[in-house]
């Protein structure tokens, strides 16, 4: 299996929380924990999700796919350079990042983590390459997973860093 340091096999979770503020607050507590954040992060997340929102229709992409966000915040928040896989139980309804007015079923989060600014925009073009360039069937059977070891490795084999 070959090395992928934009993921770490304790910072995948599973949640079945019915709203964004709830998937925030339950990651936040563990990524806290895990000191891989700071205690302004889960207000900083929470409220950059209510300006600026995160959700992405996948339907380009392939229609059968369930829509993701790629939810993030400043790097004063974050102590490390991370994509935090958050699978979700049920759709929790997201705002669209393209039409902030409408509203997206979102079943999977890539939480970005990075403590270098200028990095955002890099960390957001190899989730919309890996999404692009990965087979339909290959991203069906990932946001089918439930386990958060099996995600891990999942993308651990199929997420490549540019």
């Not at 925030?24 to 924990?33: C, G, H, I, Q």
């Not at 600026?52 to 229609?63: E, F, N, Q, R, W």
Request: proline share 6%.
């Amino acid at each position: 299996m070959k090395e992928n340091n934009l993921f770490s096999a304790n910072a995948v979770f599973v949640s079945d929380a019915s709203d964004p503020t709830t998937i925030f607050k339950e990651v936040s507590d563990k990524l806290l924990a895990l000191d891989l954040v700071n205690d302004g992060f889960f207000n900083g997340i929470n409220q950059r999700e209510q300006q600026y929102p995160t959700g992405i229709d996948t339907s380009p992409i392939a229609k059968e796919l369930p829509n993701i966000a790629v939810p993030h915040t400043e790097g004063e928040f974050v102590n490390t350079c991370l994509i935090v896989p958050v699978a979700l139980k049920a759709s929790v309804s997201f705002k669209n990042m393209i039409a902030p007015d409408q509203s997206l079923p979102v079943k999977f989060l890539f939480m970005i983590l990075n403590d270098n600014p200028e990095g955002q925009a890099n960390i957001l073009a190899q989730i919309m390459d890996f999404l692009r360039l990965t087979s339909v069937s290959k991203l069906q059977t990932l946001f089918n997973l439930t386990e958060t070891d099996k995600i891990y490795q999942f993308l651990s084999e199929n997420f490549s860093r540019q």
